[in-house]
Structure formats: structure tokens, C-alpha cells
């Protein structure tokens, strides 16, 4: 009978615990992407190395994980030689809704620089070329570079405020003045028809 009553708890706690969420991560030296030559070593934030975590290895970096808040060391490294490490604490990993299929994360390894994901409406090829970049103060946009994603683009540059102009399929869309923020991601998502 306890038996019984044990699995049926089990069953009960596997319906309820929380879908994991796809995790990548994208890594940068400034505005070069360095993920194929990245190691990230991720744990629950307040646990040590003993108490596990997982490692991803380049080219890619994904994981599926708990819905929680975690700590992550990137280690760029080049013919066993370590060339940058970097921590990125407290990051919030769970399933926001505009998000899509996965959760993105960037690390870099350059202070003061920032990324701009910019989810695209459906169908639209991520294709960098169809995004402008002007700087408020006519800075840093010369410096910023467009990657694409696997239903996004992705904006890294020095920090700062921006316009951003794409060539959507329904025309040109120009987004409102938008701050990249130094050592995070902002995320916008675009719509189909409508100047977002």
C-alpha cells in the first residue's frame, strides 16, 4: 500500500514540476562571436562547483533547464589555451511567452557592451542586412553588428541608445529610440503588419 501511495506521489510531483526551458547561449569578445570557442559551465545560483551544474562545449551552447535563476562561467579558450573568463550571475531562465521556442542568453566578455534581440514576425528570413543602426549621439553604431538567430536577429554593440531601422516584408519599420543596456539583452518583438 505504501508503495502505491509513493508512486502515485511521484506521478503527482512529475505533472506538476515545471517544463524545462530551452536555454542557448551566445557569446562575444565586443562584436565578434567567439560561442564555437566558448566552454559555459552552469549551476543554480548559491551552489558550489560540487553541488553539479552542467558544461557545454562549443560550437553550440543549449540546454534544457529548469525553470530558475542561474550562475554561468564562460571560458573562451583557443589550442588549450584560456584567452577570457567570464561570470553572469543571477540569470533569470523561464518561459516567457513572447520568447518563443527557446531563451536566449549573451555573455560577453568586453564591458559596456550590450545586445538587442529582435524577434521577427513569421516567416521573415533573419537575414542581418535588413537592419540599420543609427546612434543618438552618432557614436558606437559604427562599432555594432548583426547576427542572425533562429527567428531573431541579434544586435550587439556598445552600450547606448539607438535607432533601429528594418526592412520588414511589409515595408520599413523603424523602432522607437531603444537603449542597449551594458551586460544584458533587450529583447523586441516585431509584429507582422503593423510599424512596431
Not at 511521484?10 to 505533472?15: D, G
Not at 570557442?37 to 553550440?60: F, K, Q, W
Request: include cysteine; aromatic fraction near 6%; charged fraction near 20%.
Amino acid at each position: 500500500m505504501a508503495t502505491a501511495a509513493a508512486a502515485l506521489s511521484c506521478a503527482a510531483a512529475a505533472r506538476q514540476a515545471p517544463e524545462p526551458v530551452r536555454t542557448v547561449f551566445r557569446i562575444f569578445s565586443g562584436t565578434d562571436e567567439v560561442t564555437a570557442a566558448t566552454r559555459v559551465r552552469v549551476r543554480v545560483s548559491g551552489t558550489t562547483e560540487d553541488e553539479g551544474g552542467i558544461v557545454l562545449n562549443g560550437p553550440a551552447l543549449a540546454a534544457e533547464l529548469a525553470p530558475g535563476i542561474y550562475d554561468a562561467q564562460a571560458i573562451h579558450h583557443r589550442r588549450g589555451r584560456v584567452l577570457n573568463v567570464r561570470w553572469a550571475e543571477r540569470l533569470v531562465i523561464v518561459r516567457y511567452p513572447d520568447e518563443g521556442e527557446e531563451h536566449l542568453e549573451v555573455i560577453n566578455f568586453l564591458p559596456n557592451f550590450g545586445a538587442l534581440q529582435l524577434r521577427l514576425p513569421p516567416r521573415t528570413r533573419a537575414d542581418p542586412a535588413i537592419v540599420t543602426i543609427q546612434g543618438q549621439d552618432g557614436a558606437g553604431a559604427e562599432r555594432a553588428r548583426v547576427y542572425p538567430g533562429s527567428d531573431y536577429l541579434l544586435v550587439v554593440a556598445p552600450a547606448g541608445t539607438y535607432t533601429v531601422t528594418l526592412s520588414l516584408p511589409t515595408g520599413p519599420a523603424t523602432l522607437p529610440p531603444v537603449e542597449i543596456p551594458a551586460d544584458r539583452t533587450r529583447m523586441r518583438v516585431l509584429g507582422g503588419a503593423e510599424t512596431p
